[in-house]
């Protein structure tokens, strides 16, 4: 996308979960394309910090699994913006693995609704919020699925099933909501340099799996192109989703993971 190509020029955009990671790489690639950014964060230091990184970008603090939350960013947007063109929802959170038989019994009910509210319902909550205005506008959505929403082993059980989910949700708004809105999802693949956490239900709360020693070996090792990517890599891929470039796509996923759908 080089200089004078601005995909986004004149678009208004909310970006759910854009303090750090993939969501703050979004954040900077559709700024560069043009567009006007409402980021959206639960976490009130990472606010602080957007807030002083972008300062022409409108910042609210909010918890996406709320949808009343949800609905305060989206009336922020439209009165900053004049309207919303685009939702984009990057929240997520992580099981490190854990498979059925790891999981307690007595952390089975919490871990499943905390691994299902954060991962599925915090995006079918944004959208439920931005309809109207992405209606209006004739926007979009772009969701954010990943290679474990189409192949085991990237995840334990609550993981890889909540993100089957996502795949199915995209699927089912893409149907109910065409013409009007599209929707589409990137299903990244593993990723350096990114805060996903475990779940606080399995007490995994202050662990990143970023920080999982080896990680960008093990990337690289398990990749058909042998990359460890990171969050910059994967932005593109919603910038074009996002844009009008895109305009006769819907239900459909992005796949930058390296090239790993190939594998036998």
Same mark, same amino acid.
Request: charged fraction near 20%; aromatic fraction near 6%; charge should be negative.
């Given at each position: 996308?080089?200089?004078?190509?601005?995909?986004?020029?004149?678009?208004?955009?909310?970006?759910?979960?854009?303090?750090?990671?993939?969501?703050?790489?979004?954040?900077?690639?559709?700024?560069?394309?043009?567009?006007?950014?409402?980021?959206?964060?639960?976490?009130?230091?990472?606010?602080?910090?957007?807030?002083?990184?972008?300062?022409?970008?409108?910042?609210?603090?909010?918890?996406?699994?709320?949808?009343?939350?949800?609905?305060?960013?989206?009336?922020? /947007?439209?009165?900053?913006? @004049? &309207?919303?063109? #685009? =939702?984009?929802?990057?929240?997520?959170? %992580?099981?490190?693995? *854990? !498979?059925?038989?790891?999981?307690?019994?007595?952390?089975?009910?919490?871990?499943?609704?905390?691994?299902?509210?954060?991962?599925?319902?915090?995006?079918?909550?944004?959208?439920?919020?931005?309809?109207? /205005?992405?209606?209006?506008? @004739? &926007?979009?959505? #772009? =969701?954010?699925?990943?290679?474990?929403? %189409?192949?085991?082993? *990237? !995840?334990?059980?609550?993981?890889?099933?909540?993100?089957?989910?996502?795949?199915?949700?995209?699927?089912?708004?893409?149907?109910?909501?065409?013409?009007?809105?599209?929707?589409?999802?990137?299903?990244?693949?593993?990723?350096?340099?990114?805060?996903?956490?475990? =779940?606080?239900?399995?007490?995994?709360?202050?662990?990143?799996?970023?920080?999982?020693?080896?990680?960008?070996?093990?990337?690289?090792?398990?990749?058909?192109?042998?990359?460890?990517?990171?969050?910059?890599?994967?932005?593109?891929?919603?910038?074009?989703?996002?844009?009008?470039?895109?305009?006769?796509?819907?239900?459909?996923?992005?796949?930058?993971?390296?090239?790993?759908?190939?594998?036998?």
């Amino acid at each position: 996308m080089s200089a004078g190509t601005r995909w986004l020029e004149g678009k208004r955009a909310l970006v759910v979960g854009a303090g750090t990671g993939i969501g703050r790489a979004v954040c900077g690639a559709f700024i560069a394309e043009g567009a006007q950014v409402a980021a959206m964060e639960i976490d009130a230091w990472k606010c602080e910090t957007l807030t002083d990184e972008l300062p022409d970008s409108l910042v609210v603090h909010g918890d996406a699994r709320e949808l009343g939350d949800n609905r305060v960013a989206v009336e922020a /947007a439209v009165a900053s913006f @004049g &309207g919303l063109d #685009v =939702l984009v929802n990057t929240v997520g959170v %992580f099981d490190f693995y *854990r !498979g059925i038989r790891e999981l307690d019994d007595s952390q089975l009910d919490a871990a499943f609704e905390e691994s299902f509210t954060t991962n599925v319902r915090s995006q079918l909550s944004s959208v439920k919020a931005a309809l109207p /205005a992405l209606e209006a506008s @004739g &926007g979009n959505v #772009v =969701l954010t699925a990943s290679t474990s929403s %189409f192949y085991p082993g *990237r !995840g334990g059980v609550l993981y890889v099933s909540s993100k089957f989910a996502v795949r199915g949700l995209v699927v089912a708004l893409a149907n109910e909501l065409a013409p009007a809105v599209r929707v589409n999802a990137v299903a990244p693949g593993g990723t350096v340099g990114t805060d996903l956490r475990g =779940l606080d239900a399995l007490g995994l709360q202050d662990l990143r799996l970023a920080d999982r020693a080896g990680r960008t070996e093990e990337l690289i090792a398990r990749t058909p192109l042998s990359v460890a990517l990171e969050p910059a890599d994967h932005a593109g891929s919603y910038v074009f989703l996002a844009s009008d470039r895109a305009r006769g796509i819907t239900g459909t996923f992005v796949h930058p993971d390296g090239g790993i759908g190939v594998k036998s």
